[in-house]
């Protein structure tokens, strides 16, 4: 349980006062692998992978794909929606000031950036920061899919509309998802709004609290 003080700390750091290959040969190259193949991959091939992806047209405007950081043994996935242009340039998510802010929600409960996992729905910047298509969406969803299953986390968090709406297969607004636990197969999920909205909407970062309150009550298994 989340004490009062943790809440008003939580609140100071947020600014707020109080696959297989085809014909059963080696793909050519990783940009080869197809859909069944990821299903198979370990770390070290799904990150390969990635990198050569050139399933959807985003991998030709970015600067490198934006695979993941974190324990590949974490019990709490933290997903967003895709890199912006500040993660294309060094190849890591949530970097920034959201990123910044997401370092601070994790702290607040314990955690640190090394000690979850921290993803995208979409390992490539859409340009302009514009929302992902649904075909990327759909190109790039075995990538994250194997990325849970090989971080078979307790809990996930979906962060942001884009990521909560593909995760959870709804176009509910995240103010209707946040509040409760939903499920992506038997991992617990919890819904909270992105930093970068946080930022932008600096009066909603107590809701975050208590979506954060909610993940951890949900992992210290108070919740069902
Ligand atoms: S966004 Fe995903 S599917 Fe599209 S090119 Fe990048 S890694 Fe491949």
């Known amino acids: ?41 370990d770390w070290d091939g799904l990150r390969a992978a990635v990198s050569g992806c050139t399933r959807c047209q985003l991998h030709q405007t970015r600067t490198q794909t934006v695979f993941g950081v974190g ?13 912006g242009a500040e993660e294309d340039r060094r190849g890591e998510p949530f970097v920034g000031r959201a990123g910044k ?23 490539c910047r859409p340009p302009n920061n514009r929302d992902p298509s649904a075909d990327e969406s759909t190109a790039c969803r075995s990538h994250l899919e194997r990325q849970i299953e090989l971080v ?15 995760l959870l297969d709804t176009d509910e607004p995240v103010g209707r998802m946040r509040g409760k636990v ?5 991992t617990p999920l919890i819904v909270t709004y992105h930093p970068a909205y946080l930022l932008r909407s600096p009066s909603q970062k107590r809701k975050s609290w208590d979506d ?10 108070a919740l069902a």
């Open 1 to 41: 349980m989340q004490t009062e003080l943790q809440r008003r700390a939580y609140l100071r750091a947020m600014g707020i006062d109080v696959w297989i290959p085809r014909d059963q040969a080696e793909p050519e190259s990783d940009a080869e692998v197809t859909e069944a193949a990821v299903v198979d991959l």
């Open 71 to 83: 324990s590949p043994d974490a019990d709490w996935m933290i997903i967003g929606e895709a890199p």
């Open 101 to 123: 802010l997401l370092d601070e929600m994790l702290r607040a409960i314990g955690e640190a950036r090394a000690s979850v996992f921290i993803a995208n729905v979409l390992k």
């Open 182 to 186: 939903h499920q992506l197969g038997a």
């Open 212 to 221: 954060m309150c909610l993940a951890r009550r949900v992992m210290s298994g």
């Open 152 to 166: 078979q986390p307790k809990i996930i968090l979906a962060v942001g509309r884009v990521a909560a709406h593909l």
